[in-house]
C-alpha cells in the first residue's frame, strides 16, 4: 500500500491566529497524534511569503520564530511531525521550474485564490511573475513529499486542484512517479472559514480584527466582549439573528455539549441557546461571557507552552534545522526520480 503522508503549511507573514487553528492546525495536531500517517511535513512557506512580501525580507524572517512558536505550542510535536524551512530546499524551486511546462498562462489566471490575491493587493496589470506562479510552486512543494493529503482550509482547494493537474500531466507525459495528493477539510462548517471578530469575511492582521494563539487572557476577552453581533438585536427582549452574528459562528466552531455543563448549565447544548437568542430575551454580553470561557479554555494550554518555548530559541532553531534537513531527503528522493523520468539524469 502507498505511504500516507501529509504535507501543509503556512505562509510566515504574521502570527497565527484562531482561523489558522480550527481551519488547519488543530486537526494536524489530531492527525498527528492518531498515528495513522506514516510521514507528516509541515512546512514554514517562507519563500511563497515572500512573493508578495520581495521587498520585506525582514517581516517574513521573524515571522518564522513565530510560526514555529505557535506550531510547538499547539501540539505539533518535532518526534511525529517534520518541521521545516521551505526555502532552504533548492529542490522545491528546481521542481517548480519543470512544472511551469505543464501549466498554461491561462490556467493560471483561471485560479480563484490567485485571481481574489490579485485582486486584493491591487496587483491590477503589475502582477509580480513569481506571485503569479506561486500556485506552481505549491505544487511542487506538494509533491516533492509524495503527500497524499493536504490539511488545509476552503483558500487551499483551488491549489490542490492545481497540484493534481500538474501531477496527471506529469506522469502521462513522462513516467508515473508523481502522488496524486488530496485535500483535508475541517469537517466542521463553521471551521472552514472563521470570519474576523468585527464580523467581516476574513481574519486579516491589517483589518485588526483577529485572536491570535499568543494573545493574552486579557486579549482575548476585550476582543471576544466587543465582537459582532446582530445590529437589530438592540433590547435583550429583542429576538436575535444567527445569520452573519460571529459569536454564534464562533460557537460553532468551538463549543461542544460539555462546554455547556461547565459554564452555562441552564442549556444542554448550543441549540438550546440559539432557541432562546432567536426567541428574545436572551442578551449578548451573556454569549459572549460564555464564548469567552469557551475559547480561553482552549487557548491556555498552548499559551502556557508558549511561555516554555520561547525560553529557548536557539533549540526551536535546532528543531528547524533537524526537520529541514530531513525533509531535504525526502524531496531529493523525489527529485531523482523526476529528473529520471525527465530523462535529464545525464551522470547518474
Ligand atoms: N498557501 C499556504 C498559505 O497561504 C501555504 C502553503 C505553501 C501550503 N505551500 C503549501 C499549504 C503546500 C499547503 C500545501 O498559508
Not at 287 to 316: G, M, S, T
Amino acid at each position: 500500500m502507498k505511504p500516507k503522508i501529509i504535507l501543509t503549511g503556512d505562509r510566515p507573514t504574521g502570527k497565527l491566529h484562531i482561523g489558522h487553528y480550527v481551519g488547519s492546525l488543530k486537526q494536524r495536531v489530531a492527525l498527528q497524534n492518531t498515528g495513522e500517517f506514516d510521514k507528516i511535513f509541515i512546512m514554514i512557506a517562507d519563500a511563497q511569503a515572500l512573493t508578495d512580501n520581495f521587498d520585506n525580507p525582514e517581516k517574513v524572517r521573524s515571522n518564522i520564530q513565530e510560526v514555529a512558536l505557535d506550531y510547538l505550542s499547539a501540539g505539533l510535536d518535532p518526534e511525529k511531525s517534520t518541521i521545516f524551512i521551505q526555502s532552504q530546499i533548492s529542490e522545491l524551486t528546481e521542481l517548480s521550474f519543470y512544472y511551469m511546462n505543464l501549466v498554461t498562462v491561462a490556467r493560471l489566471q483561471r485560479n480563484p485564490t490567485v485571481k481574489s490575491e490579485i485582486k486584493m493587493r491591487k496587483f491590477e496589470s503589475n502582477i509580480p511573475v513569481g506571485f503569479f506562479t506561486y500556485p506552481i510552486s505549491q505544487a511542487a512543494d506538494i509533491t516533492a513529499f509524495q503527500a497524499t493529503t493536504v490539511p488545509a482550509g476552503e483558500d487551499q482547494r483551488p491549489m490542490v486542484e492545481q497540484a493534481r493537474e500538474i501531477v496527471r500531466k506529469f506522469n502521462e507525459i513522462y513516467e508515473p512517479v508523481l502522488t496524486e495528493p488530496e485535500i483535508m477539510l475541517p469537517k466542521n462548517e463553521a471551521c472552514l472559514r472563521l470570519p474576523g471578530t468585527d464580523g467581516k469575511a476574513k481574519m486579516s492582521k491589517s483589518l485588526g480584527n483577529c485572536i491570535y494563539l499568543s494573545d493574552t487572557a486579557d486579549d482575548v476577552k476585550k476582543k471576544i466582549m466587543s465582537m459582532y453581533t446582530d445590529p437589530l438585536h438592540i433590547q435583550v427582549s429583542d429576538p436575535g439573528h444567527l445569520e452573519g452574528n460571529t459569536v454564534f459562528t464562533y460557537l460553532d466552531a468551538f463549543c461542544t455539549d460539555e462546554h455547556f455543563s461547565r459554564y452555562l448549565p441552564d442549556y444542554a447544548n448550543l441549540d438550546e441557546l440559539k432557541a432562546h437568542y432567536q426567541r428574545g430575551g436572551l442578551g449578548d454580553v451573556k454569549i459572549k461571557r460564555f464564548l469567552n470561557e469557551v475559547v480561553q479554555e482552549e487557548l491556555e494550554p498552548i499559551r502556557e507552552r508558549r511561555k516554555e518555548y520561547e525560553k529557548d530559541i536557539p533549540e526551536l532553531y535546532e528543531m528547524l534545522k533537524k526537520g529541514t534537513e530531513q525533509a531535504r531527503e525526502k524531496a531529493a528522493e523525489t527529485m531523482a526520480k523526476v529528473k529520471h523520468a525527465m530523462k535529464i539524469d545525464y551522470f547518474a
